[in-house]
């Protein structure tokens, strides 16, 4: 095929997989361009079963990620992991260079086409959180605390008796009231006096307190971290103390705009940082679409990924065939 119909689609979760299968299946060529080792993005970390999924239920994300990466392979779609990209700017023909550099011995690559596709996807929030709490830094380093909610669901892994989770919005509702399931008794800080998760999931773990089986702290900031032989102390402002087995943070999530490389094209962003896009998935870049989380769906899941994947590429594909 010609080199002018290349779309690179920059991200391998389920977004971009799916625009990549959506325009492979319209004879148009997508090169998946992903930082990591492996396809599969946040959803490829989810070991919590997912039966939102119309006709898969009963999969974790794991596993439903697991699938999509088997469905690229048998469409044969061009993928580079352990890729990132370098350089993108618009060229004076309209079209897009873009440059690719990898984390092993590859050489780099230069790409050059009509349209290009941002499927970075968010990630866990809390880096800021280890760096400014003390102690926080070196006991994740231990293991003793975790960034996001995989490490609460992984089977076999030792939670302990009693977990702190940080953080007041639906993760942190709903992996303690998936804690209290396993027999583990969840503390949940959270600095805002009211939670911000969706109402079912805070009454669910709210039954859960009421029966002594979980504990919610509200208007609580955690001030430091202490080493208490295998468990950790909490010390909170304004004084106290818990002493648990393992800290998750549950900050929620930010999307992967801060890139330096995506800078250059200076794309138009709300106030969280998100991308912002028209009902195509295009951004007031013309020929630059987002999809997935990082564009900030009303409702970010799987279905929206897969879908906001699909609507880039048909219109990716209508542009090009009036070419």
């Not at 700017?89 to 690719?100: C, E, P």
């Not at 003390?134 to 006991?139: D, F, T, Y």
């Given at each position: 095929m010609a080199e002018t119909a290349i779309v690179p689609i920059i991200g391998g979760g389920p977004a971009g997989m799916s625009c990549a299968l959506w325009l492979a299946n319209y004879g148009l060529p997508p090169i998946i361009i992903e930082r990591e080792a492996d396809l599969g993005g946040l959803a490829g970390r989810n070991p919590y079963r997912n039966d939102w999924l119309l006709g898969r239920p009963g999969l974790t994300g794991r596993q439903h990620a697991q699938e999509f990466v088997r469905h690229i392979g048998q469409a044969a779609v061009e993928t580079w992991l352990g890729a990132r990209p370098q350089h993108?700017?618009?060229?004076?023909?309209?079209?897009?260079?873009?440059?690719?550099?990898f984390s092993d011995q590859r050489p780099p690559q230069s790409l050059s086409c009509f349209a290009v596709v941002l499927a970075a996807g968010t990630r866990f929030r809390g880096e800021e959180w280890l760096d400014q709490v003390?102690?926080?830094?070196?006991?994740a380093a231990a293991?003793?605390?975790?960034?996001?909610?995989?490490?609460a669901g992984e089977p076999g892994v030792d939670l302990g008796s009693h977990v702190a989770v940080i953080g007041g919005g639906d993760n942190a509702f709903d992996v303690s009231r998936m804690l209290v399931e396993k027999g583990v008794r969840p503390t949940v800080v959270m600095r805002a006096n009211e939670p911000k998760g969706q109402p079912l999931l805070v009454q669910r773990l709210r039954e859960h307190a009421s029966s002594g089986k979980a504990e919610i702290l509200a208007g609580r900031t955690v001030e430091a971290l202490e080493q208490a032989g295998a468990r950790v102390r909490v010390r909170l402002a304004g004084g106290g103390a818990l002493e648990v087995d393992h800290v998750v943070l549950l900050l929620g999530y930010q999307p992967n705009t801060d890139e330096p490389w995506l800078a250059q094209l200076a794309l138009e962003q709300d106030t969280d940082g998100y991308l912002i896009v028209d009902g195509n998935r295009e951004t007031p870049c013309r020929g630059v679409f987002a999809v997935g989380d990082v564009s900030n769906p009303v409702h970010p899941c799987i279905v929206t990924a897969l879908a906001s994947g699909t609507m880039a590429a048909r219109e990716i594909q209508r542009r090009l065939s009036t070419r």
């Open positions: 993108l700017a618009r060229m004076s023909n309209g079209r897009f260079a873009l440059d690719v550099g003390e102690n926080a830094r070196r006991l293991g003793l605390v975790h960034l996001g909610p995989p490490f």
